[in-house]
């Protein structure tokens, strides 16, 4: 890289100094550029092609939003099976990570999940969310499988890269559990990287469930409450590290305890298990891991939807309208007693604003 070397009045030098370049390339240090707080002149980019717009134009939507589900899952499973990895297949040495180094893996991989792919599939990653959007926020029926199918093959693409990547070292611990005759699909074995599985005294079914349930609920209800427009604590940027610390408190609280917390993360990688270690990887357990979230996550939100919801706050900042109208919205103020002059202000002045464009064209402003 060129630099400006420059000195001050006194004869000394000051180093680079960014202000002198008139180039437009990148020419110093990143570092050095933002210690100084100069904006840099950069090499503009090129323009935008029509060929470009015209491929970006034909992809498929349907297409555009099945990957972005598979990549976001994808983008928070693979951390977290991977810190998972490092951590068992080294002993569980502390210097190998933690189950705290694993919660953070999972959190951090869920924020990566929806800033990545959140624009372009509305970030769900999850059958459950899926399923809520489809009951509560009129979510189309009709893309409910081809995202729930996506959540799990790109839950089941982690897994598979996982193994291939650290092949050797799993199955070293397999052959190893197979000779002490220790299924490879337990407590501790490589399957364990993959998906969850109860320890051997962990035999009271009726125990996990409640387990499951309850920490799938906590986890539901806080994502309601970030998606929630009315919510004054939550601005979008911070949406992504929300959501993935929620995860993560469970993973901190209950881990030790087994949890899965989510449909497609759990089945896929538990197929890649079942495919290298064995089909006892569905084994008694499977069906909670599995199935319990759904009911878990619907319970959570319905509790949000019947105590917390205020949609009338939710229509008065403007992120939504009465489905009659601002008439439903001034009669709904009229029946309940509450109708407010800031309110009623508002409405009157979109009246106005409207009133010259009702006939289809607009009529001389009268100012």
């Given amino acids: 890289m060129s630099s400006a070397h420059v000195e001050d009045g006194q004869g000394q030098s000051t180093g680079n100094d960014v202000r002198r370049l008139r180039t437009h390339d990148m020419e110093i240090g990143i570092t050095d550029a933002v210690q100084r707080h100069v904006q840099r002149h950069v090499v503009a980019p090129k323009p935008v092609t029509q060929r470009r717009l015209d491929f970006e134009h034909a992809r498929p939507r349907w297409f555009r939003e099945m990957a972005a589900e598979a990549l976001g899952v994808f983008f928070y499973v693979y951390p977290g099976i991977a810190s998972q990895a490092s951590f068992f297949l080294n002993g569980t040495e502390p210097i190998f990570g933690s189950l705290f180094q694993i919660g953070w893996a999972y959190a ?12 372009t599939s509305g970030g769900h990653f999850n059958p459950a969310i899926t399923l809520c959007f489809a009951v509560w926020q009129g979510f189309p029926w009709s893309k409910v499988p081809r995202y729930i199918f996506a959540q799990i093959f790109g839950s089941f693409m982690a897994g598979l890269i996982l193994v291939g990547q650290y092949h050797p070292q799993l199955m070293l611990l397999a052959a190893g559990l197979r000779k002490q005759g220790i299924s490879p699909n337990s407590l501790g074995g490589p399957g364990s990287i993959l998906c969850s599985f109860p320890g051997p005294t962990e035999t009271n079914y009726g125990y996990l469930f409640f387990i499951e349930f309850f920490v799938d609920s906590f986890i539901g209800i806080v994502i309601w409450a970030v998606l929630d427009p009315a919510n004054p ?28 917390t989510n ?10 298990a079942a ?11 499977a069906p909670i891991a599995i199935l319990v979230n759904v009911p878990a996550t619907l319970f959570a939100t319905l509790v949000y939807e019947i105590l917390l919801r205020d949609s009338f706050a939710i229509i008065a900042k403007g992120h939504n309208v009465h489905e009659d109208g601002e008439e439903g919205l001034t009669r709904h103020l ?3 007693g509450t109708l407010e002059e800031g309110i009623t202000s508002n409405i009157a ?10 006939n289809g064209k607009a009529e001389e402003s009268p100012v």
């Fill in 263 to 272: 449909l497609a993360r759990d089945l896929g990688t538990r197929i890649v």
């Fill in 275 to 285: 495919i290298f270690f064995g089909g006892d990887a569905f084994n008694r357990y």
């Fill in 334 to 336: 009229t029946k309940t």
């Fill in 233 to 260: 604590f939550i601005a979008p940027a911070s949406a992504p590290f929300i959501i993935g610390l929620a995860y993560a408190n469970m993973i901190w609280g209950f881990a030790n305890v087994t949890i899965s």
């Fill in 108 to 119: 951090i991989g869920i924020a990566f999940a929806i800033i990545i792919c959140g624009p």
């Fill in 349 to 358: 002045r979109r009246n106005d604003y409207d009133a010259p464009y009702q």
